[in-house]
């Protein structure tokens, strides 16, 4: 087929389809999500959240995409600089981002929060025969600490800081991704790693089948102290029987996983997004299993960063503001 006929039927295709569809036909907006690793689960409930708003796309012509990132604290960053319209991040990374303290460098003064989902905790998970036993125990052992862009590499170095633990204290800090941690401590190459997040997690399951492990209380002193002040952080205990071996509760802190934006996302946007989740709650809570408590009341509590106008219009409506 000659070009000029071929461009003569692309645009007569072209003309029906958008004819056929009216004019009333809304465009596409693409929404991006940024998660963390594949294992973890932000991944996983970043994915719920896209597949509650992608049923209803044809109402809408929202259509959400999930993308496994570093975490919280490049979640955040990407959403200040644009690149992503919504994300994942422990509400002390927000509290942070909001108040442009370390390791955020001005204020996130267009940060807005959607919802709380889980409580994340503070969780050490160590080889057993590396006889780590508490936070001190930490010396002169190959520790990841996270890496960059995690919330885990900010929330590990302020407890290490608050403990009196220098990095020259430790045999090694590691830097690496958490889908990588378990192989790593399996070989070997890591006593222990940290991860904030919440529980069960498949990143932790995976390595309690293959290797014997212990999760560290995470509770002396120097913590009760970090915690004093901040409200973001809560005691918490991570139940016993989670992971395989793993047969008693271990003490330690945590922080909530906040959904958060930026105020440049369209009111109309924000508000399709919480409400494709609220209206099918017990749908989203089926989805993983560390997110099977959540409540519309425990939803609205422990967010640090201002509440988006359009989520605020969907709360009000339901008289939960
Ligand atoms: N809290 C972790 C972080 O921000 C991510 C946890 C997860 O992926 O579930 O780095």
Redesign the pocket.
């Known amino acids: 087929m000659k070009y000029s006929s071929l461009l003569a039927l692309c645009l007569t295709a072209l003309l029906a389809a958008s004819c056929s569809q009216g004019p009333e036909k809304q465009k596409t907006k693409f929404v991006s999500v940024g ?3 594949v ?7 970043g994915g719920a959240i896209c597949r509650l708003v992608n049923q209803g796309r044809k109402e809408h012509g929202i259509r959400c995409s999930v993308e496994s990132t ?6 955040t960053n990407s959403i200040d600089g644009g690149e992503l319209d919504v994300g ?3 509400a002390d ?1 927000a509290y942070k981002a909001w108040n442009g303290e370390a390791p955020f460098k001005k204020k996130m003064t267009k940060l807005r929060s959607l919802f709380a989902m889980h409580p ?1 905790s503070v969780s050490l998970v160590a080889r057993k025969d590396a006889n780590i036993k508490n936070i001190a125990d930490m010396r002169g052992k190959k520790i990841n600490l ?2 960059p ?7 590990s170095s302020e407890l290490l800081e608050a403990c009196g633990i220098a990095i020259s204290d430790l045999a090694l800090a590691g830097r690496l991704k ?1 889908v990588e941690m378990p192989d790593a401590l399996r070989d070997n190459k890591l006593d222990g790693y940290f ?4 529980h069960p ?1 498949a ?1 932790i399951k995976d390595i309690a089948t293959s290797t014997p492990i212990e999760l560290v209380n995470i509770n002396s002193d120097c913590i009760d102290k970090l915690i004093d002040g901040r409200e973001y952080y809560v005691k918490t205990e991570i139940p016993a029987g989670m992971y395989n071996g793993v047969d008693t509760a271990t003490q330690t802190y945590g ?1 909530k ?1 906040t959904l958060v934006t930026s105020s440049d996302l369209g009111e109309d946007t924000a508000y399709k997004i919480v409400k494709s989740v609220f209206d099918n709650l017990d749908n989203f809570k089926s989805l993983h299993p ?1 997110i099977n408590n959540l409540t519309p009341k425990s939803m609205l509590e422990g967010l640090t960063a201002p509440i988006h106008a359009g989520a605020m219009k969907y709360y009000k409506e339901k008289g939960w503001k």
């Open positions: 998660t963390g690793g294992t973890g689960v932000y991944y996983p409930t570093g975490g919280s604290v490049y979640n994942i991040a422990q990374v994340e996270g890496n862009g995690s919330g885990n590499a900010r929330t958490a991860y904030v997040v919440g997690t990143n922080v996983a560390a």
